[in-house]
């Protein structure tokens, strides 16, 4: 007896020791974020492994809130979409004539659903360089949201050039929803979201019914970790395979360089920048500060929504914003460099 209460003080000591060091980082954050020197961040979720690391909200947001997540729901399109090609619904070298009889234009026709989870489509829409034109706006005035995406002009070859934006992702929701027999939300509610326990969600649909499968989802942020929980395990939840492992290897292996740098547009002084590369609708890239170097796949949303897989470290985590439209919705990038990460070196090193 007396030497497990002796093993006991021992446990519980070393405990008390350590915690000051091991979150006085984390602390810092979350006082940074309370005093806006990170503005407008609404949550961080963080987690390694099975443990929780970082759960706090701000700016009357709660952990029951949903938020929107814009953009980064573009990645769950992806799940969405290896599911039904799991299931043998459709396949990645299935073209839009398949699946669009109405469709005529001939080389609209031809392009493949790997080009629209490439976003190498050659239609010609462009949300990310500024450089235009940006058709989201303009397609949610419409009351039928896929047909104004097929209606959008072919500029170049499928296959050719990445080119960010939602008319792909919208395609990819109506074929889901047109080999699967049922509504996309009724598709993603099934295959997904009742067997990760996701209940409490609004989807955004267009006045003929449609689902957003580009973004303006809303969904808590335990659910979003939840997601990238389901792509660390490469697919899998309590047991059960979701979606395949090869799809996860497939569609998150980010072989499209897009010459763009989260982490530059971040503002972090004294970190080394490399392009972040582009899979199906997944992002990935290296990230280089000071000792550390490591690799991110992410989702990513207009605001500072991020879903984020950092498997060396076997981490995920989630950030959600109100940072919209502008560079600050790259903050949790130095945030993750700056404070999380070294936070989790420290408790290696100890």
Same mark, same amino acid.
Request: charged fraction near 25%.
């Given at each position: 007896?007396?030497?497990?209460?002796?093993?006991?003080?021992?446990?519980?000591?070393?405990?008390?020791?350590?915690?000051?060091?091991?979150?006085?980082?984390?602390?810092?954050? =979350?006082? =940074?974020?309370?005093? $806006?020197?990170?503005?407008?961040?609404?949550?961080?979720?963080?987690?390694?492994?099975?443990?929780?690391?970082?759960?706090?909200?701000?700016?009357?947001?709660?952990?029951?809130?949903?938020? +929107?997540?814009?953009?980064?729901? =573009?990645?769950?399109?992806?799940?969405?979409?290896?599911?039904?090609?799991?299931?043998?619904?459709?396949?990645?070298?299935?073209?839009?004539?398949?699946?669009?009889?109405?469709?005529?234009?001939?080389?609209?026709?031809?392009?493949?659903?790997?080009?629209?989870?490439?976003?190498?489509?050659?239609?010609? @829409?462009?949300?990310?360089?500024?450089?235009?034109?940006? @058709?989201?706006?303009?397609?949610? $005035?419409?009351?039928?949201?896929?047909?104004?995406?097929?209606?959008? +002009?072919?500029?170049?070859?499928?296959?050719?050039?990445?080119?960010?934006?939602?008319?792909?992702?919208?395609?990819?929701?109506?074929?889901?929803?047109?080999?699967?027999?049922?509504?996309?939300?009724?598709?993603?509610?099934?295959?997904?979201?009742?067997?990760?326990?996701?209940? +409490?969600?609004?989807?955004?649909?267009?006045?003929?019914?449609?689902?957003?499968?580009?973004?303006?989802?809303?969904?808590?942020?335990?659910?979003?970790?939840?997601?990238?929980?389901?792509?660390?395990? $490469?697919?899998?939840?309590?047991?059960?395979?979701?979606?395949?492992?090869?799809?996860?290897?497939?569609?998150?292996?980010?072989?499209?360089?897009?010459?763009?740098?989260?982490?530059?547009?971040?503002?972090?002084?004294?970190?080394?920048?490399?392009?972040?590369?582009?899979?199906?609708?997944?992002?990935?890239?290296?990230?280089?500060?000071?000792?550390?170097?490591?690799?991110?796949?992410?989702?990513?949303?207009?605001?500072?929504?991020?879903?984020?897989?950092?498997?060396?470290?076997?981490?995920?985590?989630?950030?959600?914003?109100?940072?919209?439209?502008?560079?600050?919705?790259?903050?949790?990038?130095?945030?993750?460099? $700056?404070?999380?990460?070294?936070?989790?070196?420290?408790?290696?090193?100890?």
């Amino acid at each position: 007896m007396k030497t497990l209460l002796a093993a006991l003080f021992i446990l519980l000591f070393t405990n008390c020791q350590a915690q000051p060091a091991e979150h006085s980082l984390l602390k810092e954050l =979350k006082e =940074k974020v309370v005093d $806006k020197t990170y503005p407008k961040i609404d949550a961080i979720v963080v987690k390694r492994g099975d443990t929780m690391i970082i759960e706090d909200y701000f700016n009357g947001f709660k952990k029951d809130t949903p938020h +929107d997540m814009r953009s980064s729901f =573009k990645s769950i399109t992806s799940l969405l979409a290896g599911i039904a090609i799991d299931k043998k619904l459709m396949a990645l070298d299935d073209n839009l004539g398949r699946f669009f009889p109405e469709l005529k234009d001939e080389g609209k026709r031809k392009i493949s659903v790997r080009n629209l989870l490439e976003m190498r489509s050659g239609l010609g @829409c462009e949300e990310f360089y500024d450089i235009g034109p940006e @058709c989201e706006e303009e397609m949610v $005035k419409t009351q039928d949201w896929v047909a104004y995406c097929l209606g959008v +002009d072919r500029i170049r070859e499928p296959g050719l050039n990445w080119s960010y934006n939602s008319n792909e992702p919208m395609l990819v929701g109506e074929i889901i929803a047109r080999a699967s027999g049922m509504s996309v939300m009724d598709f993603a509610k099934e295959n997904l979201f009742q067997p990760l326990g996701i209940k +409490d969600y609004k989807w955004t649909v267009s006045p003929k019914g449609q689902g957003m499968t580009a973004g303006s989802f809303y969904m808590k942020p335990l659910d979003m970790l939840k997601i990238m929980d389901l792509v660390r395990n $490469k697919g899998r939840w309590k047991g059960t395979q979701i979606v395949s492992a090869d799809w996860i290897e497939a569609s998150t292996n980010g072989q499209i360089v897009i010459d763009f740098s989260f982490t530059r547009y971040s503002k972090i002084p004294n970190a080394q920048y490399e392009s972040a590369r582009y899979g199906f609708f997944w992002y990935k890239e290296q990230l280089n500060y000071k000792d550390i170097s490591t690799e991110v796949l992410f989702a990513s949303g207009n605001g500072g929504q991020y879903m984020m897989l950092l498997p060396e470290y076997n981490v995920t985590a989630v950030f959600t914003g109100s940072n919209y439209g502008n560079w600050r919705g790259k903050l949790p990038f130095e945030m993750l460099l $700056k404070y999380i990460l070294p936070a989790l070196e420290k408790e290696n090193n100890r």
